[in-house]
């Protein structure tokens, strides 16, 4: 390797530098040809190449990692926005089938509408394939029904479904749990 077909021009020292941090050349055979010119030449040429190859391989990283959390942050707003949207669906076609229910149009559902309504086989499958257990279906009647009138308002029965979809928070077996004692402590004054 000679000294001045390497680094005799601009072009030619561009050139050995590029081939140095690309592998076109080894870079060992470079820094052999500068050190009859001096120490500091090869020792320039390391400094140079590892500049390179670390500036070089922490842009990449720092690229792919960008690149990585922007596209984290888009699939967790995807699926914000997907579950917002079944959100949405579930309470539409709850308030679709319980106002088919409610015969007298009052907007409100007797029990006998709604176990009516629960005769329907395709109802009833329908409700179970949303995560609804419609064997609670009494139960959740009564528990919505707060005034013993047997009636309850459609808006009130699609919230008491929302909340019995799957399985019970702890935040809502603690509320149930403070309710109670709420009602205890009245019930004892």
């Known amino acids: 390797i000679d000294l001045s077909v390497h680094f005799g021009s601009l072009a030619g020292t561009c050139m050995a530098l590029t081939q140095a941090i690309t592998s076109g050349r080894d870079w060992g055979d470079l820094t052999r040809v500068l050190e009859p010119v001096g120490w500091h030449y090869p020792a320039f040429l390391l400094g140079y190449v590892c500049f390179m190859l670390i500036g070089v391989l922490n842009i990449a990283t720092g690229v792919f990692v960008d690149f990585a959390m922007q596209t ?73 029904d707060l005034e013993g009138k047997n009636d309850v308002k459609i808006e009130d029965f699609v919230w008491g479904c929302m909340r019995m979809r799957g399985v019970a928070k702890s935040i809502d077996l603690c509320t149930v749990l403070y309710e109670s004692r709420k009602q205890g402590k009245l019930l004892r004054d």
């Not at 539409?92 to 086989?121: K, T």
Request: glycine letters at 6%.
């Open 72 to 144: 984290s942050q888009l699939d967790r707003d995807l699926r914000i926005q997907d579950q917002l949207a079944q959100q949405d669906k579930f309470t539409r076609e709850l308030h679709r089938i319980f106002e088919a229910a409610d015969a007298d149009a009052s907007g409100s559902l007797s029990w006998e509408e709604f176990e009516h309504h629960l005769d329907d086989v395709r109802i009833a499958a329908y409700l179970s394939s949303l995560g609804l257990d419609v064997g609670e279906a009494r139960g959740l009647f009564r528990l919505l």
